[in-house]
């Protein structure tokens, strides 16, 4: 029989030192829906968090929920890896009807493993076999996943550390505004392309987040991204875009290149892609680049069939027509007045924000503010967490189905968390 020391937690005495939410939110949560998650205590939380961007649709949302609940009532296929199966075939049904064709998007749905790691390897594993060349190039800031290859495309310092092996054959650029406008747009990575003597492999591919969430809420603007296809374009390398946390609606538009008009050749997704937190994701890719040998690429979760329900779910219920990405575009004014009246109000804090949709990030001259302020807000019921390489940017991730109300709330516990910091 193994037993607890008195005054600690079976989490302090089995869990591995490596967890990391829990040490910031101290409490044992018990259940959640829409926007709220409430400790074994009772207390309500308003969750601004929303599971890293795997709950879009918010906690346990009902229709997701029952058709969940008659999957498994009627002892639908749970596992299943890649065999075909009527989950898997509603889902792409769907998935091509409601997403992919209005958009006029031509990609083929590859299902790695169930992470948004997964789908990174994939897709960089396939722009190496397709190019046949090895170097990739990622931006500043970056965050891609936490497996080896995924590494080698994050920016993160700390992060970078924890692979223990050299991580290579990946060559970082400026993200847009690195350098705060003083340089035009890629005049470095161009020069480095046209140098024989730059010692500059010819990249198979460049990664990129629209919107860095990990890296500081960084957003970039449509004319860069469009700047960075054309370049692709021109220098036959192959354009990824990293759309695991920003994707399914965090900025609006489905996709979040839509804004800027461009059609990447290979689009990772994951997250909120399932719509109730179940493992999924997806690596898209023009056909010419489906060169595929069968099982080539594998694992053995790669078919989560109930992810597949919720999935269908969510897009029949919320990407049939536009009112959701209204409804976010909505709330996100919302906030982008709010932190705009904040920073004004705090204005000896050299507080800045910036932000699409519903990703908003609010960063202050003192660094080390931004964990008071996600400390305090949790203190008065609210979830938020840090982003950047040191931490400094309180970044807000509230589901997309946040009612006004909550929002409202939500905003004024942050208000008040950073007077109580000020």
Known sequence: MTTTAPGR?????????VRSYCRAWPVVFDRAEGSRIHDEQGRTYLDFFAGAGSLNYGHNNPVLKRALLDYIGRNGITHALDMSTTAKRAFLET????VLEPRGLPYKVMFPGPTGTNAVEAALKLARKAKGREAVVSFTNAFHGMSLGSLA????????????IPLVHTTPMPFDNYLNGRVP???????????????????????????????GVNVARAEW???LADLCRRRDMLLIVDDVQMGC????????????????????????????GLPMALCLFKPELDL???????????GNNPAFVTATAALETYWRDGALREHTLVNGGRIERSLRELCAEHGRLGATYRGRGLVWGLEFTHKERAAAVCRKAFEHGLLIETSGPQDEVVKLLPPLTVTASELDEGLGILARAVRDTA
């Open 9 to 17: 937690t079976v989490f302090d005495a089995v869990e591995s030192e």
């Open 292 to 302: 595929w040998e069968p099982g080539e690429h594998n694992g053995t979760f790669r």
């Open 185 to 215: 747009d890629f005049l470095w990575f161009e020069r480095l392309l046209e140098d024989q003597g730059s010692g500059f492999n010819h990249p198979a591919a460049v990664i990129v987040e629209t919107v860095q969430g990990e890296g």
């Open 249 to 276: 609606g965090r900025t609006g538009g489905f996709f979040s290149f839509e804004e800027a008009g461009i059609v990447p050749d290979i689009v990772t997704v994951s997250k909120s892609i399932s719509g109730y």
């Open 225 to 227: 991204l469009r700047g």
């Open 95 to 98: 998935f091509h009807s409601a």
């Open 153 to 164: 495309v994050t920016g993160n310092a700390f992060k970078r550390a924890g692979a223990g």
